[in-house]
């Protein structure tokens, strides 16, 4: 992208670091006068070389370091991998396990997907939303802590199952939260879809169309709401997801229409976070009785892991999309090389083809429509082109602006 | 009410992800939602250093972002406090011997409350704020 800068003769300015409250990400835009007419996006302030010190790990370490990838999807890190080191080794986790696998997946979900329901309410200025919706999620994160023992990354996966058991106690308790949390949620959905500002700020918002869907090989509800029917969990069946007969949600199904916009993206996510609820409860009730583990100890799994030879993948629908685990083991108690494959790589860059076209106001809805694990941008510069002006503007000034949107779109209300 | 007697402003925090994992990130966030509701206490989260009183860091510190912290630390008006949330800022977790972070924080910049935990709980952190506060009001 240098290059341009130098052909619009713009140095380019490294101001000051601006998360505000994200994670570090930079969109750079440049508009003329109020529309963007091209956008780019810079990834590497969150580099930790992860599968580098991964590879100095033995086979139970590692899957804890496979976790702390992100900490919203620890599950959808850490299952794959266990998923991977079972199929280097031949091994199946009892059924009990994979019922278990689908609780603590689907509630990681749930979770989510609240967080980016309310991230969305307050890039759009809608901050009731975001209270409302964090609201409900305390009662996921209640639920998670019942289960595992931490709210957030809780160490739950291991090679051939799981490491704690649920309970008849805490299966009545739990029970008893969804059906709490259902009706949250219910009101949420009521609230989000017909909401006039939501409708006024989402619809036709980040447009894409299915044809440029695949062909950038979008994942996971960014795909499902164009229409693509895509889900691991549902075309591999992974853990006990095909004996619950699982079906993915496509946009159509929820609003009657792939709008491939932020509106069907929300839809999407919240038929969702309502259908993992069901699943959760399916899966309680009709789990099996059994051991939760195929080995009695890690260090067993660690032994029998160390004379494993070859190489595997493990797959699974992380809320934002596709995870692919990729290990090569060389008979040793560490992975020969290790690699991951994250959905918001693919999701994120996507919106570059999106912007343009769109109002500044807009940018960080079109930002956030991904889910990049929590809508991210470090710091945008705005590039005028009638002007030549160029402006370095921030996260706050985005939100700033599109509040002041959202305020114009309402009217005095 | 033995906070009244040091709450006699509203904190105003920034804060500054340094490469974490991210889990503690939204459990500072939800620190600030319903349930915990960290603006009953005035704490505010604020999108620039510059009005910040409190800085909250997460995350082992990533080369690529000692010098910036180091600068949004510069930016910040005095009196202020630092609180660092979460292990990785002692010692860097599990990416202790990353060679591309460079934890402890301390190393760059001075930090006043530290709140271990992987991550820490959001009554947890609202607890080191209060702490940074009385550390504010002293000086
Ligand atoms: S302390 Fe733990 S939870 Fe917090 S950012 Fe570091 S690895 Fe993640």
Known sequence: MSEEYRELGVSIPIGPFHPALKEPIGFRIWVEGEKIVKADIRFGHNYRGIELIGARRNWIQILYLAERICGICSWSHQFPLAQAIESLMDVRPPDRANYIRVVVGELERIHSHMLWLG??????????????????????????????????????????????DITEAKRDILLRKLDDLLKGVETLRDIVLTHKLVLLRTEGVGRYDRELALRLCLQGPMARMCGIRKDVRQDEGVAAYGDLGFRAIVARDVVGKDGCDAYSATAVRVAET??????????????????????????????????????????????????????????????????????????????????????????????????????????????????????????????????????EVMGDV | ??????????????????????????????????????ERFGVKLVGSPRHADILVVSGPMTRKDVEKAKRIYEQMPSPKAVVAVGVCTMGGSVFHDSPFVTAPISDHIPVDVYIPGCPPRPEAILHGILEALEKLEVE
């Open chain 2, 1 to 38: 009410m033995g906070l009244q007697r040091f709450i006699k402003r509203s904190p105003w925090v920034f804060h500054l992800n340094t490469g974490g994992c991210n889990a503690c990130d939204i459990e500072i966030l939800a620190a600030l939602t319903p349930r915990y509701d960290a």
């Open chain 1, 119 to 164: 991230v969305l309410g307050h890039e759009i200025g809608f901050d009731t939303l975001l209270h409302l919706t964090w609201g409900v999620r305390e009662k996921v994160m209640d639920a998670l802590e019942l289960i595992s023992g931490n709210r957030v990354n809780y160490a739950m996966a291991t090679i051939g199952g799981v490491r704690r």
């Open chain 1, 274 to 407: 309502i259908q993992s609820i069901n699943l959760v409860r399916d899966a309680l009730m009709e789990m099996p009785p059994g051991p939760i583990s195929a080995f009695p100890k890690p260090i067993v799994a660690l032994t029998r892991a160390s004379k494993a030879e070859g190489e595997a993948i493990g797959r699974y629908e992380a809320p934002r999309g596709e995870v692919i685990h990729y290990v090569r083991a060389a008979k040793s108690d560490k992975p020969k090389r290790w690699k991951v494959r994250a959905p918001s790589l693919i999701n994120v860059y996507s919106t570059k083809w999106v912007f343009p076209g769109h109002q500044i106001a807009d940018a960080v809805v079109i930002a956030a429509q991904p889910d990049p694990c929590i809508a991210c941008t470090e710091r945008a510069l705005i590039v005028d082109l009638d002007r030549g002006e160029r402006r370095v503007v921030d996260h706050a000034y985005l939100t700033e602006l599109s509040r002041r949107k959202s305020k």
